[in-house]
């Protein structure tokens, strides 16, 4: 018997908005990367995201070991995009006071 040997792709892809997600699911690439930068196994990864599977697991960190460079360049501009997203929604709705507010407005309604 011939082993038959393919090349499986990583199955990654990035959405409209540039997110690199696993498998066609809502899991992104950094979720991934972060649980096993923390120490998880990919049996782990895969218990805490169902709809992972597990061959799937393996290849995206097989694809991060083999492109760490991008990929944490990648993972920092996405850190910057939050930071900047957060900075941008503490301006417009600042968040001292705010359950102050909301307990006044609660009880204001009662």
Excluded: W
């Excluded at 417009?92 to 359950?99: D, S």
Aim: aromatic share 6%; glycine share 4%; charged share 25%.
């Amino acid at each position: 018997m011939t082993l038959a040997i393919a090349l499986e792709p990583a199955p990654i892809e990035a959405d409209p908005q540039g997110v690199v997600r696993v498998a066609k699911t809502r899991v992104t690439l950094d979720t991934v990367v972060t649980a096993f930068l923390e120490g998880c196994t990919p049996e782990e990864i895969g218990e805490q995201y169902p709809s992972l599977q597990l061959p799937d697991i393996y290849l995206v960190i097989g694809y991060y070991l083999r492109h760490r460079d991008e990929v944490h360049t990648y993972l920092e501009e996405r850190q910057q995009q939050a930071d900047l997203i957060r900075r941008e929604a503490e301006q417009r709705f600042n968040p001292v006071g705010i359950r102050d507010r909301l307990l006044a407005r609660q009880n204001q309604s009662r």
